[in-house]
């Protein structure tokens, strides 16, 4: 198993050596031009992970995996670094936050593992960049609040009690409230994101991953709504020829489908 990890490794790197001499696409590329096509790579192992499309999984790691050993070669190339920098630092990064594994540290929960690795990666990072500074500036914004969110967690801001979080859900739902009447539109944008902030917080302590949750509501809306198009399509109609009551009582069919009712 290991020699054919080994070959397959030492294979990709010759390929990649061979494409970056001999294609003309492959030679022109950078780090900057390559940037896009990373972000939406990992956007399609996404899908395939919320698909649970073990295929189309190893189809993408592989198309990630790619990047990884492009970005090396262009490093090597500026005499940066290399692949083997690349992994090497990787294998140094693992052990030095793993100390419960590879030294004296005990973590016997995942909570305390979560704990270690905040503390670590703070104490590594230069202290002018604070306990946030780690937080990559272009991720989305719901991913971003949920890592800030654990990050200042990990230094010790938090709730003292999970439950705790639902009055301050209920504070900024009431300033929401508050600022529709106003009718002022750019405080009122200010108030929905303290409200998804305190709920991406709430997903938080409660286990859930807010993008999974979003990203299975929008499926499940998407195939009720495709169900409505496709019933009122058969009796040769236009949703825009349905009144709400009409339309609420197909999505209401379409829920029953759903649940297997």
Known sequence: MEDKRLKATARLL?????????????REQTFESLRSNTIE?????????????????????GDLLLHVVFYSKLGEEEGAFDFGDVANAL?????????????????????????????????KKNRKSGTLGGV???????????????KAAGAGFDWKQKEDVWEKVREELAEVEAEMKSGRKADLEGEFGDL?????????????????????TNNKF?????????????QGH?????????????WQEAKKIENGK
């Open 14 to 26: 010759e390929v990649m050596n061979t494409l970056r001499r001999e294609c003309p696409w492959d």
């Open 41 to 61: 790579e990992t956007y399609e192992l996404a899908d395939a992970i919320t698909d649970h499309n073990l295929e189309g999984i190893k189809e993408e790691l």
């Open 91 to 123: 294998c140094d990064k693992l052990i030095y936050r793993h100390p419960h594994v590879y030294g004296d540290i005990h973590a016997n929960t995942p909570d305390e593992v979560k704990e270690n690795w905040e503390a670590l990666k703070l104490r």
């Open 136 to 150: 990559p500036r272009s991720l989305p914004a719901m991913v971003k609040a949920y890592r800030m969110g654990e």
């Open 196 to 216: 998804f902030f305190a709920l991406i917080n709430a997903c938080r302590l409660y286990g859930v991953d807010p993008e999974a949750a979003l990203a299975r």
């Open 222 to 234: 998407m195939q009720r709504f495709n169900y409505m198009e496709e019933q009122v399509a058969k």
């Open 238 to 250: 236009t949703l825009h020829e349905l009144s709400l009551d009409e339309m609420e009582a197909i």
